[in-house]
């Protein structure tokens, strides 16, 4: 019972990355539309042996982790950095981190015109 939750967990996507590496190249992003973007992009580029095909897999499919897409993709990142594991990328979207988003307004005429 223990082999399907890893091959849902962090680490067993990690494990599966170490499996991969000498073999495809591959990009974790969080969602499909992620996906589909890339993967868009990838087919205006064209493929050559300079441009190797690249698989790209979502965060969705990591489950029973607690975290949201992003930060799975961040844990996986940390995780296969530190065992080492080459031939992979992760993308994640910065989205409203380290925003400020606190507007400060000033009315230089002290009143406003209404038309």
């Known amino acids: 019972m223990a ?7 962090i680490n067993g996507y990690v494990a599966k990355l170490i499996f991969r590496q000498r073999t495809q190249r591959t990009l974790l992003v969080e969602g499909r ?25 979502t965060a969705e499919t990591i489950k ?4 949201g897409n992003r ?7 940390a995780v296969a950095r530190q065992l080492g594991v ?7 979207d910065r989205e409203f981190r380290d925003f400020k988003c606190v507007a400060h307004y000033e009315d230089s005429l002290a009143y406003h015109i209404v038309q």
């Open 3 to 9: 082999a399907p939750q890893l091959a849902n967990s």
């Open 33 to 57: 539309s992620d996906k589909i973007i890339l993967s868009s992009l990838l087919l205006r580029v064209g493929r050559s042996k300079h441009n190797p095909s690249i698989l790209i897999d």
């Open 71 to 77: 930060e799975t993709v961040e844990e996986v990142h």
């Open 86 to 92: 080459i031939g992979y990328a992760c993308l994640a």
């Open 64 to 67: 029973n982790t607690g975290l």
